[in-house]
């Protein structure tokens, strides 16, 4: 199984920017994905995800209201709609999808096993 994360890039503070997670080797049923993100020296950090069954969400609570977790069936992504971007929003952020997760450790990186390369989102002020 391969993740592509895709879509970072540059944009303005209250700006938005979609990003995407393809899978290949698999698809996505079955799984649950979640969207992280990293700062230099900092930890890996939960931002949102989603069981592709279920469609069940789970959001960071810095994100509420701002980023959507959201799946295409015809694309067979993942993707993560990111508004009113802010500059602590400044991350490179990674897609990662493991059929073994459990409700209670969606938000815990250590629960998924295949992991996507990271896109910088990046936003001005």
């Known amino acids: 199984v391969q993740l592509q994360a895709s879509g970072g890039g540059l944009v303005q503070a209250e700006g938005s920017l979609r990003l995407s997670c393809a899978i290949s080797g698999d698809t996505f049923r079955g799984y649950v994905v979640g969207w992280f993100r990293q700062a230099p020296g900092k930890e890996r950090e939960f931002v949102a995800g989603?069981?592709?069954?279920?469609?069940?969400?789970l959001y960071k609570d810095s994100v509420k209201g701002r980023f959507t977790i959201s799946r295409d069936n015809a694309k067979n992504t993942v993707d993560l709609q990111m508004n009113s971007l802010k500059p602590e929003d400044t991350r490179v952020y990674y897609c990662?999808?493991?059929?073994?997760?459990?409700?209670?450790?969606?938000?815990?990186?250590?629960?998924?096993?295949?992991w996507g390369q990271g896109t910088l989102v990046t936003v001005s002020s």
């Open positions: 989603i069981r592709w069954n279920s469609r069940i969400t």
């Open positions: 990662a999808a493991d059929r073994g997760v459990i409700s209670s450790t969606i938000s815990d990186s250590r629960a998924y096993h295949n």
